[in-house]
């Protein structure tokens, strides 16, 4: 154990050998880093502004002026349990004509024509849209309203739907492109350090094999290496988003936009950390192989 921990901390120490190729491979880690961060943060607040003002459809059911008031109300009760459903509003006639009188206003008076509203009764459903099959919830639902008793129309904004599939399609096809590229650029550069370290280290190499170290006994310092510059190369590019995350967060939030910049959970921090970790190491593996 004494060994282990002896030869984790000189492939760290070894690094510091040739402080400038180390400056020079965390900074390029580092950027690129930041600039994969920068492009998940971007795509996460994207997706969480697509799911909060189009995650969601509403559907708006008119039933017939002529429909019976309790069966129209019993039927208004059950839509909450309808698949999807998160909010359900109902306007009787005298209501809806008091949100008409709204609209204008004040500037036209409806109180006459309370009592003889010839607005139909309506209910207004938002619905959470499902993560899969999105068009063929939608046209589900729709069907089901309006197959209920003495609904006239249902009308539905079918973009809506349209905006989130896309933007779904989107993202799955955009992320792993962008993400595999930066994690080989990552592997290029800290291999190329590995490798610059091989070479200054040649005699120093030769020498520990023709007294019998172990191929082991070599190389496990130089992983170790690969390991503690991805890590640290990723620590360092969080540390830059989460500054630069201070500055633009509320710039944004005004109106007429209220648009609130949240920063990357941690889950995905960690596995940014762990992810560049490990490819450091495999980089430097391969290095070492060739």
Known sequence: MMVFFRLFFQGIRDLFRVPWSLCMTLAAITLVCFLGGAFLLVLHNFNLQIEARHGNVQFQIFWNTQADKEEVQKTWAGLS???????????????????????????IDLDWMKGRSPLPPTAILDCQVPDAEQTKWAQSTLSTLKALPHVEKVSFNPLQVDLLTSWVGFTKMAFWPVIVFLLLVVALVVGNTIKLALLTRREELEILRFVGASRAYIQFPLLVGGLFQGVMGSALALGLLGLAFHFIKDLLNIPPLWITISFLPSMHCLTMLGLLGAVGMLSSLVALRN
């Open 81 to 107: 349990a309808m698949e999807g459903v998160v909010n359900v509003r109902t306007f009787t006639p005298d209501q809806a004509l008091d949100v008409l009188g709204e609209s204008f206003q004040k500037n």
